[in-house]
């Protein structure tokens, strides 16, 4: 008995100096003890042992081993009967469940305590059990479980007249309300929760009272009152609460200046916050202020620092676990990958946001996220979708009083009806739109849905007031620092100005919206930089037409360089450490030198969208020749591609693009392409006239109109878009002569590039070696079909290069890339699709039973990265 007391006193002074791993040791060796001696009378010594042993494996986070401890704590009590030990054993249990996001067995001990609580009539204690019950429901996503908990606790207040427990009920009733956007009772909750707490100088309590009623206000648009209730609760907590206290204040203010776009005050407000949350180490106040200082760099157009804070939130928060935040998280990150073109990471993050509001009750996000996604159905022209989406949103915002959200949505159809050529409705919604933004102060929201308006009066022929809408679109983006809006405003003000022969002013206008795109991309990383330039890229093509209007044609070819292959220029110049300007001059004398160290000709062609012209500038010695002349053809270039196969397998016919992995259906225009693809062989002495007469046709538009410029046997061609998918060697002048018959020609995605490898060291390209990927075992769970044409494709290219081809199962992910580093020719036949930027390959852990797209998918970002 001696040495079980002694050994018990030496674990107890290691656990009360907090040397919780020694103290278990010794603490187990007592438990020994007391078995080996059978100890007599000693019931409370094992209750202590297995508490402080419960409490010790606590805090060091080994919570399965506390909640055995707990477990025997339990029992021991229960067998002495002992009500004060069970009690705090299920409290200990309760406690462990939760900090494991395991709140339905919480419920289960909840329910145990509470019924100890009412047979001993411990009134306090029922209180605490229906108040953690509440909040365990609400943590499974049960917000009206947590009313009605919170409601049982207030009776009981009320019943044994304890006025300070009643005002933190209150106030935590007001802000269940609250998240489920019924303003009048959380309100009326929250005045008589202030009410008390100023009657007993509950001060702190005061303040998170005047939080919630800030929140409140601000959801309601009433932002004067939201601001004032902030700074009392920042003035009080300043005084009576905590560092974390006084962080929440300078959040909460943050995002009400973010809200009304005063985005500066809102972005000093919100980067203490951040810095007081850090200190702190709270992940839950931590995620929340990375998602509000995204949501102000969302504001003012920002977003590379937006994406880094906002990818932050959703990755803290789903530590935490808690539904309503990550939500609301993912809700702001689809919007933050929408505004960079991302647009499957977007449809993503809201349809994730939408899962989560709609667990949780949060319609505020939900009526969030279906208006981010109907923004992205509209922009991949599924129009019928995109105004469902918008409807949705727009009757749980008027179901809610959400009024911004309802004119968000309205702006929403208003561009949806646009772009579908259903102006009338869509001048309609704008109109509804409008006076509430102004009403709100919401001017992001009005600046955006002022520009789109403009499109409709501008598709009406109502040129006057589209440039009107314009430019105020731009006073507002330039007042509240929104450097995206800016750059949308100025390219479309530069095309009114463009319609009205304002040349100078659009000249003006193109250049600065260039400017700020610019600007917006330094930061972004490589893949984000990807889907930004193919938005921005119009007022690159819009500013190089108008200087060939004026005939600046060397001008002109600056500009159109300068948007060509811009990401790529960025990772050859940072591999091969050689420094980007952007200066014309630069441009200028750089592009003039290019032909002269090459001893070649360089044919830069250009073709702007929606118009039937072809640009084309030649380059030799120094001297830059432009020709434009009107292009039209029959056929695309694909099919150009497509004709060269008759005659030839089946491997044309077969479906290398993903539909079958997402579940689409091909488009009328892929079936038509099969469908002629299948005919090949069936007309095939007509499909070799049709041959000849496509390749003749292409070299009549292409090259015919500048043959005579080009006085050299070496031509490098730098096409545009779609134009890379000519086969420029096989075009046939009207003497059946082939290109590379005469010329030798080598291809370039941009001047740019092409300096960028010239000026780097000689032994720079010295890796040689093919890499030939065929029909990849790709994962069956992707119901991707076999591609035997594929791998037989990959077979006889490889037989002529004189390699191996990696194929079926070797052609995994991770071969691919390492492989992709050691060679200077790359070819692939396997699934793919290029609006994507995604490539199916074999598994790089193929005995993973849950299948995981990362594993298996090449996308432009894993390419970025190498």
Known sequence: MEKFRLTYT??????????????????KEAQVLMRRRKVENCSHLEIALHYKLAVSYSSINEFKEALESYQQLLKVSKEVRDKDWEVKAYRGIIDLHCSMGQHAPSIFFLRKQLQIAKENGEKQMEIEA????????????????????????????????????EGEILRKLGSAHMSLARYPEAIRCLEESLEISNRFGKYKAEGESYQCLAMIYQDMGDYDKALECNFKSLELMAEHGNEKNVGVCYNNIGTTYCTISRNYEALDYLRKSLEIMKSCGIKTTLGKAHHSLGLCYTSLGRHAEALEHQLQAVKILEETGGMFEIGRASSLLGNLYKAVGQREEAVNSFEKAIKCSQTTGDRKIEANAYRGLGDEYVCLANYCEGEKCFQRALKIAKEIGDKNMEASSYSGLGFCYTCCGRLKESLDNFNLAIPIMQQMRTENELATTLINAASAYQA????????????????????????????????????????????KKAHDCFSESITCAEKNRELLQDELKLSLDNQTFLSYECLCSLRISQGNFSEALCTAERGRARALGDLLSEKYGIQRKNSQEFYLNNIRDLSMKNQSTILFLAKPVGERKLYSWVLEDAEIQFRSWEFQMAEIPIDLLTSFQRGQSVSECEDRSLSAYYGLKLSPEKVKSKRRQRLFEED????EKKEDSIVKQWYKNIFAPVADL?????????????????????????????LSETFQIRLSPSLTALRIIQDSPKDYHSVTGALIVGNPTVPPQTMLPPLPGARREAMEIAELLGVSATVGDEATKTQVLQRIQEVNLIHIAAHGDAERGEI???????????????DFMLTMEDVAKW
């Open 840 to 854: 199916a390959l074999a598994s790089k852990c193929p005995s993973r039973r849950k299948l995981r797209k990362d």
């Open 10 to 27: 030496v674990a107890d002074f290691l656990f009360n100096r907090h040397l919780y791993h020694k103290a278990i040791d010794v603490f």
């Open 460 to 503: 009406l022929r109502k040129p006057k007031k589209a440039k009107e809408l314009r430019q105020k679109a731009l006073k507002i983006t330039r007042k509240i620092g929104d450097k995206e809006g800016e750059r949308e405003a100025l390219h479309f003000l530069g095309i009114s100005y463009r319609n009205n022969g304002e040349v």
């Open 684 to 687: 095939e002495e007509k499909g």
């Open 130 to 165: 229906y108040t953690a019950m509440g909040y365990s429901y609400y943590n499974l996503g049960k917000p009206n479980k947590l009313i009605e908990c919170l409601n049982d606790a207030l009776k009981i207040c009320r019943e044994i007249k304890d006025k300070q427990m």
């Open 710 to 738: 080009i006085q050299r046997r070496q031509i490098i061609i730098i096409p545009e878009g779609e134009l890379f998918m000519v086969p420029f060697c096989a075009l046939c002048d009207n003497n059946d002569k082939f």
